[in-house]
């Protein structure tokens, strides 16, 4: 009979450590978690919808430029127009983010900041837009 010798046999395994998701008062599910989303889209909504109006209904206002005046004007203009759409986009984006974070109390304050950055972030839009377009 071969002797026994701790090397021929694996040591036992381990036990799984266990991970302990500590919780409190400020943890756990947040009744409330859909007002700030709620308020983040109903603001933003409409500040889109002017901000995007505007920039589009601007290129009117170079309806009696000549050539030169014109393409100054159109280049500027289609450059701060997509700019401008990625700005909405992020703002979007960032909405749609407040609406996905888990209702944790936890989470609370940056669901907040989300929601209330979309429209704030959408509202920059247009001052950019007006910076960057060469006016004739």
Do not use: K, N
Not at 17 to 30: F, I, K, N, Y
Not at 44 to 67: H, R
Not at 82 to 94: D, I, N, Q, W
């Amino acid at each position: 009979m071969p002797a026994h010798h701790p090397a021929h046999h694996p040591a036992p395994a381990a036990a799984p450590a266990t991970v302990r998701r500590v919780t409190g008062p400020h943890d756990g599910p947040d009744p409330h978690a859909w007002v700030a989303p709620l308020i983040g889209t109903v603001l933003l909504l409409p500040v889109a919808a002017v901000i995007a109006g505007m920039a589009l209904l601007t290129q009117l206002g170079c309806i009696s430029c000549d050539t030169a005046e014109f393409a100054r004007f159109e280049e500027s203009y289609t450059f701060a127009v997509v700019l401008c759409g990625a700005v909405l986009a992020g703002a979007g984006a960032l909405l749609v983010w407040s609406w996905v974070l888990p209702g944790r109390r936890l989470l609370r304050r940056r669901r907040v900041v989300l929601a209330i950055g979309a429209p704030v972030l959408a509202a920059t839009c247009y001052p950019l837009f007006t910076a960057l377009v060469a006016w004739p």
